[in-house]
């Protein structure tokens, strides 16, 4: 904690500009005592994976083919159209938060969420690296899939990863920006998966629970996922709802949106598109679990326990992509 701190000091007495608040680009994470170097590429990529966040990857994958099953269930595509297309979509995202790992690195450290770039695990050049590597990798495999549509996508979702955490622009600093490319990820998402899979069916239920599910990734999760980070955030100069409002009114705010969220899409469900009620009833559950735990919860807390709504607001769309899968399953097997 006090070597990030003095890091911070250094940089700001180095730069008058930045003297008032340290921005992210100049910042650098230390080195953990003790820890030794990577030295292999296996161990190397493994830890990749694990500053890449396994858990968020998964709810990206399972955004895509619940999209692309929703078309495909009409159009027949299958495997052949659907193993390229997720390879390229899965390690576009990959690369997302591996290089918002890298740029992350000094207010991880004071936040003390201990992934291996900020712990001191996996060197800073080695991440940066594979990151590119992962994005030169995606949009090559969204070309060779054929056509021009995924690979267009590809590259949107990579630079709006690369516009989020990228020192010069760095939208994570204010919430608005935040959210707003956050939904622009979850949209982007959804659109690849029902593109992939044909394009074919009816529109609505996409349409819908993409909607839903961006909003709860963009206008949920961006704002909880802050309520842990302040210290961290603090220091970085990042002017999150939590940061600029105080921690009062953001809650009220963060325990507000879910339920909005939940009860707009159950809703929808009920009147427009029933299939989709596998989904919604996750959803409007873990919106409600997620406004009390934001209630009861504090960034003082021990992280354990602060991070406690943002622990909510995964399992909630674990639950509803899971559900909603499981019944586009059932209905190309009935299909079919």
């Known amino acids: ?39 292999s590429l296996p161990k190397t ?19 895509f083919t619940v999209a692309f099953l929703m078309s495909a269930r009409i159009s027949g595509a299958g495997l052949t159209a659907f193993a390229p297309a997720a390879c390229a979509w899965g390690t576009a995202t990959s690369y997302v938060y591996l290089v918002n790992g890298v740029h992350d690195a000094p207010e991880d450290r004071m936040n003390n969420n201990g992934r291996p770039i900020s712990s001191g695990e996996l060197p800073l050049a080695r991440a940066r690296l594979v990151s590119w590597v992962l994005a030169a990798s995606a949009l090559t495999v969204a ?7 995924l690979p267009a996508l590809v590259a949107a979702q990579l630079i709006c990863g690369y516009a989020y955490s990228a020192p010069h622009l760095a939208l994570k600093r204010r919430t608005s920006t935040a959210v707003l490319d956050i939904l622009f990820l979850g949209g982007l998402t959804f659109a690849a998966g029902w593109l992939s899979g044909g394009a074919a069916g009816e529109l609505l239920p996409v349409l819908a629970f993409g909607g839903a599910m961006t909003l709860w990734m963009g206008a949920v999760g961006a704002l909880v996922k802050d309520l842990s980070d302040v210290r961290g955030d603090t220091a970085a ?13 953001a809650r009220t705010v963060c325990a507000i949106t879910p339920v909005m969220v939940g009860l707009a899409y159950t809703a929808t469900a009920v009147v427009a598109a029933p299939r989709l009620l596998p989904s919604a009833l996750p959803l409007l559950a873990g919106a409600l679990v997620t406004a009390r735990l934001v209630r009861v919860t504090s960034s003082d807390e021990p992280r354990s326990r602060s991070r406690l709504p943002y622990r909510a607001f995964m399992v909630t769309q674990y639950g509803a992509c899971l559900a909603q899968l499981g019944a586009e399953l059932v209905a190309l097997r009935v299909a079919g």
């Open 237 to 249: 100069g990042r002017r999150t709802a939590l940061v600029r409002w105080g921690e009062r009114r």
């Open 143 to 149: 070309a060779v899939s054929g056509g021009w549509v």
């Open 45 to 63: 990529l493994a830890l990749c994976l694990r500053e890449s966040r396994p858990s968020v990857q998964i709810v990206f994958l399972l955004r």
């Open 1 to 39: 904690m006090q070597d990030a701190i003095n890091t911070i000091n250094t940089t700001k007495e180095s730069d008058p500009s930045t003297r008032t608040a340290t921005r992210p680009s100049e910042l650098r994470a230390p080195s953990a005592p003790g820890v030794p170097a990577v030295a």
